[in-house]
């Protein structure tokens, strides 16, 4: 029973990384006043570049990086249109949603000889799990009771052997909620966020904090990608990403646009997917469709969000392109 | 007053004019960077057009595939701009697309009725569900302010699960095959479907080239269809108080309800037309091509794309014909440049994507196209 249980965290913390990442992007450009509906895109672009670098470098987290760059140069582009250019932000995002998987996919035949999908990365150019030596070790090397705590299957090692990114996602909820709430840097983007023309007023570079946090929106997406294609899977293909990136900006808008709400909303999309894995397996107590269990988180969104009323939530100027002169 | 009217007339077509132009300039920046992208990888991107242009007009056939491609995207890409006009973003085309599909497949298959009743009884139920599953989400907004967006992308997903849910029950499931039993003849929009493999049609085809031609392909009904919507979508929009009130709210919320437009209803009435329209694209597309639902591993883009196509087509019922039948073909001409040149297709979605991404910032190519005069202006100086 307790193992289950345990299983069903481990497995939930495991999906949710991916969608964490790339809701604090959404969090971050959305909370300066940017929608970011190109967040597909960006994972994508991020997905393919983390699988592709793992593969020639056998370097995991060169490759996490570098799919962070990656996707963030995908998002500077949406932040030429939308800050200097007051693009249509919806519009400039439905863009990136093409040019990304079309960039992956171009290079992905390019690379790997016309295969939309992305030859598997070598052993050890996946993301490493820190813990998983040390529960090896300490099972071997303590006697009786404490040393069966750590073998595999048990309670300790299904919740906490995990990739190291399900470690990273974490922590980067606590640093985005730390910045955006408790520094200066902080208060500059949210005060863009809200009211553009007050934060310039007090001298407050408005195109310089939304291309920051744009960008960082995209490096974080990119992350989400490379969570999914060198740690969860080992390569990317066609359809890896399709649809984690508009889940991770509905889990963001569910969590009223605050980096631990989004946690919160993806950890419970990456529950119905433990639940779904869980369910599934040969062994499982009672046996639930898994479409009809795949669709619940769905649904439980819908209905906890007709409760919440998140009309007031959303940043003030979101989708308000800032133009000095005229406002 | 005639002035006035005279003024605004012109002024209204120079926007027009404007836009279209806008559009264009878009779609020219678009095989512009297609090409870049082409060349920048070691392909001739003139050979490559070449054969995306031949591959798409060279044959009959080509251009028969290209109509059935098109047939959804235009329906879609309606779905999508007629919420546009109420200031509404239907991201959930797409799930009203899947269950449109689900319906038509179910309705063709278990329902028996002679084929001059059954296609409108298909049709309708289809346009009915989908209706209710856009209408969830402009009740949802209307009533709990939750945000259409991220109603419908839920929704969307609710749509692919209760499909793959309904393809694999005992009944509806083709025996060892992850797809629905086809529907039944008389529901099937397809051209001469019966006829056409009789001993007597491939004799009949074998002296008629051109019929042969177009038969070769899944070659439907759907595209009339589609067209006749579209028309009624641009009367809808254009000469009805519905398609005033909806256009009032989508301009000004507050100012629709202070002229006394009730904007919730509307609201839900965009989301049940939108929706019964992205539900018609997958009931033609079952009746008119595929003939089934298959279980889905994944989203299959119809009314993702048809978001490109409302864009390119300016949310304007002709303009989204247009933007279809063009995304239509260079889908499908695409294909044809991996083959003969190994050359990726998605050559196509980054063209695509950069239309789009032109489209969203007409203040760029404003200030490009200035420049462009400025700079033959001093020349001729």
Request: charge should be positive; aromatic fraction near 12%; charged fraction near 10%.
């Amino acid at each position: 029973m307790l193992e289950s249980l345990a299983f069903i965290i481990g497995t939930t913390l495991m999906y949710s990384t991916p969608l964490i990442f790339t809701a604090l992007g959404g969090v971050i450009s959305e909370n300066s006043g940017v929608i970011n509906i190109g967040l597909e895109g960006m994972m994508t672009m991020g997905a393919f570049v983390g699988a592709t670098v793992a593969y020639f470098t056998g370097n995991p987290w060169l490759a996490f990086l570098a799919a962070g760059l990656a996707a963030a140069l995908l998002a500077l582009l949406h932040a030429v249109a939308s800050v200097t250019y007051s693009a249509n932000q919806v519009v400039s995002g439905i863009a990136i949603n093409f040019l990304g998987p079309g960039i992956a996919l171009f290079l992905s035949r390019m690379f790997f000889d016309g295969a939309t999908m992305t030859k598997p990365i070598p052993l050890g150019g996946t993301m490493p799990r820190p813990f998983h030596n040390l529960f090896i070790w300490l099972s071997e090397n303590l006697s009786g009771t404490a040393g069966r705590m750590f073998e595999s299957n048990s309670v300790i090692d299904l919740i906490f052997d995990q990739d190291a990114t399900v470690f990273i996602a974490l922590i980067s909820v606590f640093a985005v909620w730390f910045v955006l709430y408790k520094t200066k840097i902080g208060l500059r983007i949210r005060a863009v966020g809200e009211h553009p023309k007050s934060a310039d007023t007090l001298g407050i570079n408005v195109t310089k904090i939304r291309y920051f946090c744009v960008m960082a929106s995209g490096m974080f997406a990119g992350f989400g990608g490379a969570a999914l294609s060198i740690a969860i899977v080992a390569n990317f293909r066609q359809t890896l990403v399709s649809g984690h990136g508009f889940i991770a900006l509905a889990a963001m808008i569910f969590g009223k646009w605050k980096p631990q709400g989004a946690m919160w909303a993806c950890m419970l999309f990456g529950a119905a997917n433990a639940l779904v894995v869980f369910f599934g397996r040969a062994a499982s107590p009672i046996q639930i469709s898994q479409q009809l269990l795949s669709m619940l988180p769905y649904i439980l969104t819908l209905i906890v969000l007709t409760g919440i009323v998140g009309r007031a939530n959303a940043p003030k100027a979101l989708g308000v392109p800032y133009e000095k002169d005229s406002n | 007053m005639k002035l006035f009217n005279e003024t605004k007339s012109k002024i209204i077509g120079l926007f027009l004019k404007e836009n279209l132009k806008f559009t264009l300039i878009s779609i020219f920046i678009g095989f512009l960077i297609g090409s870049i992208t082409l060349a920048v990888a070691g392909f001739n991107p003139f050979r490559a057009y070449a054969i995306m242009f031949s591959g798409v007009f060279g044959r009959l056939n080509y251009i028969a595939w290209v109509i059935i491609r098109s047939t959804p995207l235009i329906l879609t890409g309606l779905s999508i701009a007629f919420a546009f006009k109420t200031g509404l973003f239907n991201i959930g085309a797409e799930g009203q697309f899947i269950i449109g599909a689900l319906v038509a497949a179910l309705a063709g298959y278990f329902i028996q009725l002679p084929a001059i009743l059954h296609i409108p009884v298909v049709i309708l139920l289809a346009a009915s569900a989908a209706a209710l599953w856009g209408g969830i989400a402009g009740y949802l907004k209307a009533k709990f302010g939750v945000h259409e967006v991220i109603a419908t992308i839920m929704l969307n997903w609710i749509a692919l699960y209760l499909t793959n849910f309904v393809v694999t029950l005992e009944a509806v499931q083709r025996p060892a095959r992850p797809v629905s039993h086809n529907i039944q003849p008389t529901a099937s929009l397809m051209f001469f479907q019966q006829w056409k493999v009789t001993e007597e049609g491939r004799a009949w085809l074998l002296d008629n080239f051109l019929a042969r031609e177009i038969l070769r392909t899944p070659f439907n009904a759907g595209i009339l269809f589609a067209v006749i919507l579209a028309v009624v979508v641009w009367y809808i929009l254009k000469h009805t108080t519905l398609g005033y009130e909806l256009k009032a709210v989508g301009l000004n919320k507050h100012a629709a309800e202070y002229a006394g437009i009730n904007v919730q209803k509307n609201i839900v009435r965009a989301m049940l037309i939108s929706g019964a329209l992205a539900g018609m694209a997958g009931a033609f597309h079952v009746l008119g091509n595929t003939q089934r639902v298959a279980i889905l591993a994944a989203m299959e883009g119809f009314g993702f794309n048809g978001i490109a196509v409302a864009l390119i087509g300016g949310s304007t019922a002709i303009g989204v014909v247009f933007s279809a039948l063009l995304f239509g073909a260079l889908q499908y001409g695409g294909t044809k440049i991996q083959l003969a040149l190994g050359a990726p297709t998605e050559v196509i979605n980054i063209m695509i994507g950069t239309i789009v991404f032109f489209i969203a910032i007409p203040r760029l190519i404003k200030i490009l196209l200035a420049k462009f005069s400025k700079k033959r202006g001093e020349d001729n100086a």
